[in-house]
Every structure is written in C-alpha cells, then in structure tokens.
C-alpha cells in the first residue's frame, strides 16, 4: 500500500493577484477556505500547510489536524523560483507519495479530493494532475492548429477528447522525484491524467478570476444553506 500525505504550498509573494491567499474573500481568505477543508482531510497520512512566513504558520493555529513544513526563505520570492528550490520541502514528507492540494480553487472538494487519493493508491503511476475534457482550440507557437485540425468544424464543444490542466492538484513520487529531480516527463501517462468535476475547476490566477471565483463561492454557499 501506497502511502500518500498532502501538502498546500503557500506564500504572500505572488505576482499576478498580490497576496491573494490572505486578501478578503467572501469574508474569509482563500488560504483559510483550504486549511478547513485539510483540517479534515483524515484520509492521509499526514496533512500539510508547507510555508516559509510566520504570518501563514499562524494561520495554521486553528486547524489543529494540520501541520507545518518548513520552507526556506528562496523558496517563497516572487517569481517562478528554480524547482529544486521551490519544492525542496517535499523530501521532508515521510510518505512514498506526495499529494498536492491547490489553495486557489476554493470550489475543490473534499470528495473530489478523497476519489483522488484513493485512486493514486489503488494505482500504479509515478505521477498524477488534474484534468477536465475540453474543446477549446489551442495553436502552436507558430499558427498551427494543434487541437482542432477539422475545417468543418467551428465548435468548441463537438470534440472534447482533449484534456485541459486545472492545476488543482497533482501527486507525484517522492522517490522518482529524488532520483531524477523531475516530478514527470511529459510522456504518455507521465503525469497519469484524473478528471475532476468541472465546475470545481475555478482557479484565481488573474484579478478577474479572483472576482469570478468569489461570486461563484459566495452563490453556492447561499445555495447549500438554503
């Protein structure tokens, strides 16, 4: 049997969404909507808030399930930092498979999370991500058509085959991950592909989809409490 633990990577220095995981949303913070939903997350080996400021640590004080992985200060600078710095803190993990929860989705569930963990254990990839069908058409770098090849078709929802990264979590080898320092190889099932519920697939990236996101969180949690 596999054993998997989850991490939520977490730092104030983004650069797109200044300090969106702390920053008012729908009253509470993104970062404190994820730390709810880890804190009960008892289907892991271990559940981590992996953080290199004391600000975020606090945050953590309520969630007694939840504990702290230390980061190093390069590895939270704004920007895209060097991988082995960035994700360094994963070693520290003590499990075979390291399962990574993305705070800015707040629609991501618990459910959806547990179907995914279960099925990394009941499997045997070395890497796994989060996928939804889509029919959007995507070009190369030089104009030529990579999704949609088909003149006669001008949709974007007759041909969905294709899968569309959400980046809302992934889990990979910790051992696969030490030996080589690549998390996958971008080759056919390398990271295996999990399909999760679409509409759970909001993710804040940009000042409007934190906007967006925090409608869409507000109108479903009226809609629960009704």
């Not at 640590?57 to 920007?79: C, F, S, T």
């Not at 895209?80 to 994963?90: D, G, M, R």
């Not at 990271?191 to 925090?214: K, R």
């Amino acid at each position: 049997m596999r054993s998997i633990s989850v991490v939520i990577n977490a730092r104030t220095q983004s650069s797109r969404v200044p300090r969106k995981l702390v920053r008012p949303f729908a009253g509470r913070t993104l970062l404190d909507i994820a730390l709810e939903k880890l804190n009960r997350m008892d289907f892991f080996e271990h559940r981590y808030l992996a953080v290199a400021e004391d600000a975020l640590k606090a945050m953590a004080a309520p969630y007694p399930n939840v504990e702290i992985l230390h980061r190093d200060a390069a590895a939270v600078q704004k920007g895209v930092n060097p991988q082995n710095v960035t994700f360094a803190h994963y070693f520290q993990v003590p499990s075979d498979f390291v399962f990574v929860m993305n705070p800015c989705l707040p629609c991501l569930s618990v459910d959806t999370i547990r179907g995914a963990r279960d099925y990394v254990e009941r499997t045997n990839y070395t890497a796994y991500t989060a996928v939804i069908p889509t029919g959007e058409w995507i070009f190369d770098p030089d104009g030529n058509p990579v999704t949609n090849t088909n003149p006669k078709d001008l949709t974007t929802n007759k041909n969905r085959s294709f899968q569309k990264a959400t980046h809302a979590f992934y889990a990979i080898s910790k051992r696969r991950y030490a030996e080589t320092g690549l998390m996958w190889s971008f080759t056919r099932d390398d990271p295996h592909l999990v399909t999760m519920p679409e509409d759970e697939a909001v993710d804040v990236d940009t000042e409007i989809e934190f906007e967006l996101a925090e409608r869409v969180w507000q109108r479903r949690n009226a809609e629960q409490a009704k």
